[in-house]
C-alpha cells in the first residue's frame, strides 16, 4: 500500500541507530514524525536533523517505556501528532550475557525492557491500529531470536517471545486492515554493538536494516529478515543438530 | 556512552601507513567533552577524525585516541532563503547537498569527493575547481563551534579577532575538535553544469587556457598526461564550466561501481597506465561542450566506490604541489619532466590554477600559482626517491605541498612552506595530535 500522503509515524526508542536511519528516509518523504525516548536533549537533536532534511513536523515524548502507559501514551501521541499510521518499536536492551548468568537483576532487566515492556506496548499498539482499521506496527527483533547461543540467550530469549507475539497480532489483524511486522536484523554497526569485532560480510549498516524496516511498514511480512539473507541463514542455522552445534562457538 | 576502544591496522585513504589507535565513535554531540576528558589517560594525544579521506597520515593517531566524528552528523537548520546551513562536523558534504539542492542552493566550494565530513573540509580549508573565483571552503564558513582538550568551548566566527578561527580554518583538527559550524551555501537555478572540454597539446597551451579561462569560467582544471615525453609533454584535456541557468534541481547519488577488494599491485603497472592516459586523451578528442548533472562534473571518482583499492594492499601517494605564478609554467615543466622519465605516472594529474582570493586559514594549502596532483603507487623506496626529487622542485619554487594528501613530507620543507607556521602555534592546542603533527614536529 503507498500512502497519498506522506504517513505519519511514531518510533519508540528513536534514539537507537537504526531508528534514527529510519526516521531519516521518514523525513525524505516529508512525513510526520513522533520521537519517543527517554532522553529530551537527545531527542530535541534528532528532531532537528529530520525538520531540516525534510520532515514535515516532529514531536518529541519524553517515555520510560518499561514504566509508561502505552495506551495512554499512544492516545497521547495520536492527538498530537493528528493521527498515526506506524508505529515502529525500536528500543531494546543487548545486555551483558555473562553478568546476566550471575545476577538476576541484570537478567531481569534484559528480559523486562526487551520483552515485558515491548510486549506491552506491541498489545496497546494493537489495539489501538485495531480500533483505527489501518496502519501498521513494525517491531525490531533478532536473528537471536531464532535458536540460543550461549553468548547472547537471554536477549536471544526475549526477542523470540516478541516474534511470536508480533507473529500473533498479524494474525489477529487478518483480513481487519492493520499489519504487524517483526523485522529480524542480524548484526548492525550501531552504538548498541560498540566494542564488537565489526566489519565482514555479516555485518549491515543502519541504513541497509532502516530500508527495509521502511519497507516493512507498507507491505510483505510478518517476518522480515534485515537483510535478507538472514533467513536463509538462520534456517540453516536452526537446523544444524545440538551434537554439531554445542561444538561450535559463537 | 561510547568509549575508546584500541584498533590496530588503521588506514587514511591512500592506505600507506597503518597504525593502531584507540577509536571512539560518539552517537550525540553530548558525548564529546567526557571523551575529550576520558582521551587524557591515553598517552598519545588525541585527533578527531571524519571520514578518513585524507590521503596520508593527517587523519590517523598512531598509539594516541581518535574520536570518529561521522556519527555525529545531525543537519541543525538550513535556512532556505538565505541559504545559511548548521550541521554537525560529522556531516557529510553528500548529506549537505541531499537538502541543499531541492531548495536551489549548492556547496560554495567543494573538493573532488562529497564523502568528506564538513569538520574535515575545514580542517583542511578544501579548494575545488572555482578556487579562482570562490576560494578555499574556509571563506564560507560563518561561524564554528570547537572544543578544546581542556574542555572549554568557543563560539567563533568569522570576524573572530583573537586568531583561533584562522588557525582552525586548515589547522589539521590541532586547535580543538570542531562540534559544529555554519556554512554560507550558493544558490544555483539549476544542477546542471554547461561543460566544454578542449584538448590541449602541450603546456604552454595549458597556461594561455588557463588564463582565458579563469576570466570567463567559474569552474577550471586540467588532466595531464603526464607519462608522454618530448613534444607531446604536458598533453591534457582542458575543462571549463559553468552552471546552467535553467534545468531542474536534483539530487544526484548514482553510484555505478564498487571496488570490493585490494586489486593486485601489477594491474597499474608502467603499460596499462600508458594505455589509460592515451584512451583517456583520444576519448575526449576534439574540442566538445555538453550539460552534464553536478556530479558527474564535480564527483567523477565518487561513482568507483573503493577506487583506492585498485592501487593493490601496498597502497599509493598521492602528491598535491603548488608553485607560484612565476616560475609556475618552468616548475611545473620541470615536474612532469621528472615523472615521465621516472616512468611512475598515475591515474589523475590534476592541474589547475589558483586564483588570488586569500585563503583565511593560517596553514591553508591554496595561494596564488599553479597547483599538480597525482597518484603514485607506493613501489617503496623508488617512489619515495621521485617524490624526494618533485620536492626539491617544489622548493626551488617557493611552492608547498598538500598535508591532507601528505603521507611523507619532510619537517624542513612544511616549515619553509607555510610562513603562517609561526602565528598558528599560539592557537595549538597541546592535548591533540596526528601521525602528520608529530612526523612534521608541529
Known sequence: MTHSSP?????????????????????????????????????????????????????????????????????????????????????????????????????????????????????????????????????????????????????????????????????????????????????????????????????????????????????????VYAPARWRLIMTIIRTIPSAIFDKMNF | MSSFLPTSAALSWGRTPRVSQSIARPSFADELRPLIADARRIPGGLLATGLRRSYGDSCLNDGGAVIDMSGLDRLISFDRVTGRLVAEAGASLADILKVAIPAGFLLPVTPGTKFVTLGGAIANDVHGKNHHRAGTLGRWIRRLSLIRSDGAEHELSDDDASGLFAATIGGLGLTGIIARAELQLQPIASSMMEVETIPFGNLSEFFRLAEESDATHDYTVAWVDCLSSGGALGRGVFSRAWHSREGSREVDDKRALAVPIDAPGFLLNRFSLSAFNAFYYRLAGRRRHATVSYNPFFYPLDAIGGWNRLYGRQGFYQYQSVVPPAVAEAATMEMLKTIAAAGQGSFLAVLKTFGDVPSPGLLSFPMKGTTLALDFANRGPRTLALLDRLDAIVREAGGRLYPAKDGRLPPEMFRAGYPGLSEFVKHRDPGLSSSFSRRVGL
Open chain 1, 7 to 223: 504517513p505519519r509515524v511514531l518510533i519508540l526508542g528513536a534514539a537507537s541507530g537504526i531508528a534514527q536511519a529510519t526516521a531519516r528516509l521518514y523525513a525524505a518523504e516529508r512525513a510526520t514524525i513522533g520521537l519517543a525516548g527517554r532522553n529530551p536533549a537527545r531527542l530535541t537533536s534528532i528532531a532537528d536533523d529530520l525538520k531540516t532534511r525534510g520532515a514535515a513536523r516532529v514531536a518529541t515524548f519524553d517515555i520510560d517505556f518499561v514504566s509508561a502507559d502505552a495506551a495512554a501514551s499512544l492516545a497521547e501521541a495520536d492527538a498530537e501528532l493528528g493521527g498515526v499510521d506506524h508505529i515502529i518499536l525500536a528500543y531494546g536492551l543487548l545486555g551483558d550475557q555473562r553478568q546476566a548468568e550471575s545476577d538476576a537483576d541484570a537478567a531481569r532487566a534484559i528480559l523486562d525492557v526487551n520483552f515485558r515492556s515491548a510486549a506491552a506496548w506491541c498489545l496497546a499498539a494493537a489495539n489501538f491500529l485495531e480500533q483505527k482499521g489501518k496502519g501498521s506496527l513494525v517491531v525490531l527483533g533478532s536473528v537471536a531470536g531464532d535458536r540460543g547461543r550461549r553468548s547472547n540467550y537471554v536477549y536471544g530469549a526475549a526477542k523470540a517471545g516478541l516474534a511470536v507475539l508480533v507473529q500473533g497480532i498479524s494474525h489477529r489483524f487478518a483480513g481487519k486492515g492493520p499489519r504487524a511486522v517483526i523485522v529480524k536484523p542480524g548484526p548492525t554497526d550501531t552504538a548498541m554493538t560498540a566494542g564488537m569485532a565489526k566489519g565482514g560480510p555479516l555485518w549491515a549498516s543502519p541504513e541497509t536494516v532502516a530500508a527495509i524496516v521502511r519497507k516493512a511498514a507498507d507491505r510483505g511480512g510478518p517476518i
